[in-house]
DNA sequence: GCCTCGGAAGTC
DNA sequence: CTGGGACTTCCGAGGC
């Protein structure tokens, strides 16, 4: 029976079958565009490596190529191919080994040869090799069918299990696979095809816990199968319900595993746990824990338990584990990060995702008390992972990025920028004429001087008013394209022509475009098209009202800028294979250069320049002081704001022309009736009147999670004033806070401080150890953490921890953690004159800029009328 | 009580 | 095994 069709590939691995004749067999795990899983079994790709001879190019000499092939681990080595190197254009042999495994042993014997592409995973070289992405197009010989299957490629009646299992283990796959279909197929076979969204499934997951000892009372589940969900609850002895989750994993065939804090806790306490009631032989434990998509037998007691080195992501073989309280971490940046914090966040007004009135703190109480009520709350505990996910579309934007990187889904969701990166530089590195040697990632600590970075520009203090903000679009990017910047064009000596560009300063130099056009350079320049013809379908797909083309498009569009913004972080760092000190150095230095020219020019044309940091520019407009700043209802005073709006537009869209070059796009980005800054840098409040109307707040502490909900609340509103010309209201209206807030009169919840604390758990203690930091006790935030544990609380190393002052008089300061989301507590009382020191100083910083200071505000209403009078 | 310094975290 | 630097703020410690 054979079976063809779309899929999009969610991890892969390989299987060693050491015959006579050594074969590697690629396992491929993806979910079918009809909706059910598939294995693929990829026969015919052999691991391969290339050596050359080390140095400068030696076209004379004759290695000694037969001790090479000598080698028990080497299959075949082949006729030369010339390749370029660092050093000139060289020849290079490739060797075959006997398996992907042997390639590291291979590496150390053959150290007195200069060793390349031999650091590549095997299923990244098939994609390389093939030229895949996520999404393809496969078809072969089906070997299993399971339920879920389409019913043409069902087993006959009488082909067992057992059959399919040997007919598995023939075609050099593992056995049977927990997977809907499992087909045998050849290289030929794949083939590349258009994104398309994939019906992917998730489970989430959720585990109550006893405080006392550790013990799982009960759990809940979740299966999502592309939008439609079922519930599962599990009670019983702790193996029932290990057992009754491992069996929903198994069946239903997840591609996504979530749950809130899975990669600190529930996966943690699910490891633990079955090491307890199952301590030996650890196989046994494969019902407990087996989530792995490979068989259940003893052969695979290696891959089918969820897995983590030391601090590192998860793995699950052909899953992919993606936390959602990670998630809403990146992507919201809450201020605190409890899940019923985030939910609030999310869903103000959903009276279905609030708090159950459950005590986590007395968990073993409340389980033997109502366990109905507790399962209740773990089921809700359990959908809101999912809602969460739905909400920040983390799912489909890990496609698109897997889509645009060229990679499994799983490695756009849990690997590195540099591993997206590799995809794309090692595919075009085999396929340049010449191709071009694939160095190994560099090794070990590699020490070296800082870099400089990014242009900042002096800030005076005060209001300006009517000033227009251009941004360079992609500047690092357009700058590396522009000037070619590459290992690969790199000139590695002290030859100077006219061709070169040359930085600024170090006179660090690159070849001409037409000379050789970098490896880089071009991938960016690719993906820039490629962002602009996303943005363009977009705007189609919106006009033709197709609202699932213009969101697929719009994630895609996004993806590509995530990927081209990772191109200079991992360039600029020591350890990349393709980089040199030299190449991010020279970035900084030409966007430096071009930025201060741009600056110095309009300085010196009357148009004066505000503020600037590294790829944006302030310039005040010159439009009449005389325009009020605030908006007006009507009248003649509107005609007058829309007639300096009118004109801001105009002059923005001007610089933007003037400045525009070849390579280096100035945009028009906002214009700003009033902009503020106290004269720090990177500190900043803008009211916006183009191309939309808002406050714009930078770095101040109303975007900072160590700031407290008061100190945002009022900044804000203080912010207002002032951009209107009200910088004495703004003084007296803070100083009715600070008085309401030292005659405790207000809500402790707006009070609470958070901070991330690290920790790490100390196995042979059995305690959480804080000695990462010097002076752990003398932290605030450590020693509301250690509350928080002693309290039977969570706690996850970085994440952040709430707390209240009660008494800054002493030191260190008294603090108590902030338990009220999760427990009875009553919220705890505070130290009024912390809190109205801190307000005063952080406000006052920003008021000094009109000559009122933090003392000023501490005086308070009442005591300043009375002087009044 | 005031000042400086270093550690740590946060933001852009 | 691994993206980068610039800059600000808060806190505790220690000197005077």
């Not at 849990?414 to 191709?435: C, E, H, K, M, Y």
């Amino acid at each position: 029976m054979e079976w063809q069709g779309r899929m999009c590939i969610v991890s892969g691995s390989y299987q060693s079958i050491d015959s006579t004749v050594p074969k590697t067999v690629v396992e491929l795990w993806c979910r079918a565009e009809d909706g059910h899983s598939v294995v693929l079994l990829v026969h015919g790709l052999r691991p391969y490596f290339d050596i050359a001879i080390p140095g400068a190019p030696s076209p004379e000499q004759d290695p000694d190529l037969d001790s090479v092939s000598g080698m028990s681990e080497v299959v075949e080595v082949s006729e030369p191919v010339m390749k370029w190197t660092r050093h000139g254009m060289k020849r290079h042999w490739r060797v075959y080994a006997n398996q992907p495994y042997s390639v590291r042993n291979l590496r150390k014997k053959l150290d007195n040869w200069e060793i390349t592409s031999a650091d590549i995973l095997f299923v990244n070289r098939l994609m390389l090799d093939l030229d895949l992405g996520p999404h393809i197009s496969a078809g072969g010989r089906v070997l299993w069918a399971g339920q879920r299957a389409p019913e043409i490629s069902k087993n006959d009646d009488n082909t067992s299990k057992l059959d399919s299992e040997k007919a598995i283990i023939a075609a050099g796959g593992a056995g049977l696979y927990p997977v809907d279909m499992v087909i045998s197929c050849n290289l030929e076979d794949l083939e590349k095809t258009d994104t398309f969204p994939a019906p992917f499934v998730s489970f989430s997951f959720d585990l109550e816990t006893s405080i006392s000892t550790n013990r799982i009372l009960c759990a809940a589940a979740v299966i999502d199968r592309n939008g439609s969900r079922s519930e599962h609850e599990f009670t019983g002895s702790e193996r029932e319900i290990m057992e009754g989750l491992t069996k929903l994993v198994r069946e239903e065939d997840p591609d996504f595993i979530t749950g809130y804090n899975i990669d600190n806790f529930d996966l943690p306490r699910m490891q633990e746990r079955s090491e307890v009631i199952c301590p030996r032989p650890k196989i046994d434990r494969l019902p407990l824990f087996g989530w792995g998509r490979v068989p259940a037998s003893d052969s695979e007691s290696k891959r089918v338990f969820p897995q983590r080195q030391q601090n590192r992501v998860w793995r699950i073989v052909g899953r992919v584990p993606m936390d959602a309280w990670w998630q809403a971490r990146q992507t919201l940046r809450p201020q605190r990060e409890t899940l019923r914090y985030v939910s609030q966040l999310l869903w103000p007004d959903d009276q279905s995702k609030r708090k159950l009135d459950v005590d986590a703190s007395r968990m073993d109480e409340e389980w033997a008390e109502r366990p109905e009520v507790v399962m209740e709350y773990c089921m809700m505990d359990t959908h809101l992972p999912l809602d969460i996910l739905d909400r920040l579309k983390s799912i489909a934007r890990k496609e698109a990025l897997a889509s645009v990187s060229l990679t499994p889904v799983e490695m756009a969701s849990n690997g590195t920028t540099s591993q997206w990166i590799d995809s794309l530089v090692i595919r075009l590195a085999d396929r340049s004429d010449p191709p071009v040697a694939v160095p190994m990632t560099n090794q070990g600590p590699r020490k070296r001087d800082q870099i400089a970075g990014g242009y900042v520009h002096e800030v005076e203090a005060g209001v300006e008013p009517w000033v227009v903000v251009l941004d360079f679009k992609s500047m690092y990017p357009s700058i590396m394209i522009s000037n070619n910047i590459c290992s690969t064009t790199l000139v590695r000596d002290d030859t100077r022509d006219e061709s070169f560009a040359s930085s600024p300063v170090t006179e660090t130099r690159y070849v001409s475009k037409s000379e050789r056009v970098g490896l880089v350079p071009q991938l960016l320049q690719d993906l820039m098209s490629k962002r602009d013809q996303y943005k363009h379908e977009m705007s189609s797909a919106r006009s033709s009202e197709d609202a699932a083309e213009e969101f697929l498009l719009d994630q895609l569009q996004y993806a590509v800028k995530i990927l081209m913004n990772s191109f200079y972080g991992v360039f600029a760092s020591s350890f990349y294979r393709f980089t040199h000190p030299d190449l991010g150095a020279s970035i900084t230095e030409w966007a430096r250069h071009n930025i201060k020219a741009i600056i110095s020019e309009l300085d010196n044309s009357g148009h004066p320049v505000v503020y600037s940091d590294t790829d944006s520019i302030f310039v005040k407009s010159p439009v009449g002081t005389q325009a009020p700043t605030r908006k007006p209802d009507g009248g003649e005073d509107l005609e007058s704001w829309s007639s300096a709006r009118e004109k801001a537009i105009e002059f923005g869209n001007s610089l933007a022309g003037q400045f525009t070059k070849e390579g280096a796009e100035l945009e028009f980005e906002t214009a700003l009736s009033a902009f503020f800054s106290h004269g720090a840098k990177k500190r900043y409040v803008g009211r916006v009147v183009w191309p939309r109307e808002e406050m714009l707040i930078r770095g101040y502490e109303v975007r900072r999670t160590d700031s407290f909900q008061l100190l945002t609340e009022t900044m804000t509103e203080m912010f207002e004033l002032i951009l209107n010309g009200d910088a004495w209201s703004s003084v007296e209206m803070t100083k009715t806070v600070i008085d309401n807030l030292r005659a405790t009169d207000v809500d402790v919840s707006k009070l609470v401080i958070s901070r991330s604390c690290k920790g790490k758990w100390d196995k042979r203690k059995g305690e959480w150890d804080f000695s990462v930091y010097k002076n752990e006790n003398g932290l605030p935030y450590v020693r509301a953490a250690k509350e928080r544990i002693s309290r039977g609380l969570q706690f996850t190393p970085g994440m952040k921890v709430g707390y209240i002052v009660t008494d800054a008089s002493v030191s260190p300061m008294e603090v108590s953690a902030w338990l009220v989301e999760e427990t009875d507590d009553k919220p705890p009382n505070y130290d009024p004159e912390y809190y109205a020191k801190r307000m005063a100083t952080a406000l006052g910083r920003i008021t000094e800029a009109f000559g009122w200071d933090a003392d000023e505000l501490l005086r308070g209403t009442r005591q300043k009328s009375i002087f009044e009078f």
